[in-house]
């Protein structure tokens, strides 16, 4: 089968959202079938400017075309007519008109899809309320997937989006709280549907022998006065996630964050709830692993361990003791599944709805919706061996019943074949 994923953005630096599972499922999807990727030539969904030059190319097996944004964004009068229709009555074309100045406005993408939209089997759109979707599932509704990416925002209360799911042939969701959310309070009744989410690969099990050399024991420390000298304990050696606790000259129990460390994803209030529990658990450290996108306290607790590659991230999960998801809104929730993937349990935000569906289902962690409760949920795992263990089993069992990629891509396909059977 030929598909066409139509996304607002694509490319490795959009780690999150709709566009990063559209990168995801794309790269998966072409391993079986032929993909192409329509998108734009933007990088900033702040700006929408041209970044990347237009044209095709081949990205880790997917075709990517990419066309030119064509319509300037003005943020500063988007956020004023937003405003306005947010906070009186409004009509349908002033919704219309929100998704045009929303963008990202590409001529090019949807003329190309007009002129070829024969040539594809399927056309399947990622996010439900920006330009490219809501002009583009027009063009062939009846061979056409939306994957909505519903999230709780002012502009979820358009009734422009009950339209737009009831017009497409099939909806893909990425977590079963997107899915209610459609049906309760979107009144949405799509033709065909289905909770697809997207998929984890386990890293194969390994053992650690006694005394495995790690490559990176051997670069020289620029101070050798301050190289860490604390002997080893025979536990130690045997423990889970070694070459990573041996990299990274972590010794004792921590937490680990896998993510963007920014202000406006959960980790400014982490940072304060964890300095809380800090207080009385001197031993402790919280280890961040990601982009750094603010200005970090220095706390003898906090550890750095910055970008890492796959393989190294899995291993990260693996070593730490639990793995906390300050994010409120991330359906794809992505670093809690990872963590689970491996048997290392999560404290995750009470509010996002995905992570506290998944911590319950699995019944593989904990969640939190304030400091105290933070501290508390914290410690209990912090300080029970057993409990770590029978939820870090639990959540194993959950994504390789759930979440691998061939039980997503199954999902998928099963889609799929509902709406070319219709």
Not at 142 to 147: A, E, G, I, P, W
């Amino acid at each position: 089968m030929r598909f066409a994923f139509i996304t607002p953005r694509y490319g490795a630096d959009i780690s999150t959202g709709a566009e990063h599972a559209c990168r995801l499922l794309a790269q998966q999807v072409s391993e079986r079938h032929d993909v192409e990727v329509l998108t734009t030539c933007a990088a900033s969904e702040e700006t929408w400017k041209n970044e990347y030059s237009e044209g095709a190319d081949r990205i880790r097996g997917v075709l990517v075309r990419r066309f030119a944004v064509t319509q300037p964004h003005d943020a500063a009068a988007f956020a004023q007519f937003s405003a306005r229709l947010f906070n009186s009555a409004h009509t349908r074309a002033d919704e219309l008109e929100w998704t045009r100045r929303l963008g990202p406005g590409a001529s090019g993408l949807l003329e190309h899809l007009s002129r070829q939209q024969r040539a594809y089997d399927v056309l399947v759109f990622f996010s439900l309320w920006h330009a490219t979707t809501v002009q583009g599932v027009q063009i062939a509704p009846d061979r056409t997937v939306l994957f909505p990416y519903l999230q709780v925002r002012p502009a979820l209360r358009f009734s422009l989006w009950n339209e737009v799911l009831n017009s497409v042939r099939g909806v893909g969701y990425v977590s079963g709280a997107e899915r209610l959310l459609a049906h309760e309070y979107l009144r949405a009744t799509p033709q065909a549907e289905e909770t697809v989410g997207i998929g984890i690969d386990p890293p194969h099990q390994q053992t650690y022998p006694r005394h495995q050399q790690d490559p990176n024991d051997d670069v020289v420390v620029e101070d050798e006065v301050h190289a860490d000298t604390t002997p080893v304990s025979e536990s130690y050696l045997h423990a889970r996630g070694v070459p990573f606790r041996r990299r990274h000259r972590l010794y004792g129990s921590f937490a680990l964050y896998g993510g963007r460390i920014g202000a406006d994803n959960g980790c400014e209030e982490m940072l304060e709830y964890f300095d809380s529990y800090a207080q009385t658990d001197l031993d402790s450290s919280l280890v961040l692993m990601g982009v750094k996108m603010m200005k970090l306290s220095e706390e003898p607790y906090l550890r750095l361990a910055g970008v890492l590659p796959d393989r190294e991230r899995m291993a990260a999960y693996e070593a730490a003791d639990v793995t906390i998801a300050p994010a409120s809104d991330d359906l794809l929730a992505q670093p809690l599944l990872e963590s689970m993937a491996v048997g290392t349990p999560v404290l995750a935000n009470a509010a996002n709805v995905a992570a506290v569906e998944h911590c319950r289902r699995a019944n593989g962690g904990l969640y939190y919706a304030n400091r105290e409760e933070f501290s508390d949920a914290l410690r209990l795992m912090m300080s029970n061996d057993r409990l770590r263990e029978s939820l870090g089993d639990n959540g194993r069992r959950y994504v390789q019943q759930q979440y691998r990629w061939d039980s997503v891509l199954g999902r998928f396909d099963r889609l799929v074949a509902r709406i070319k059977a219709r």
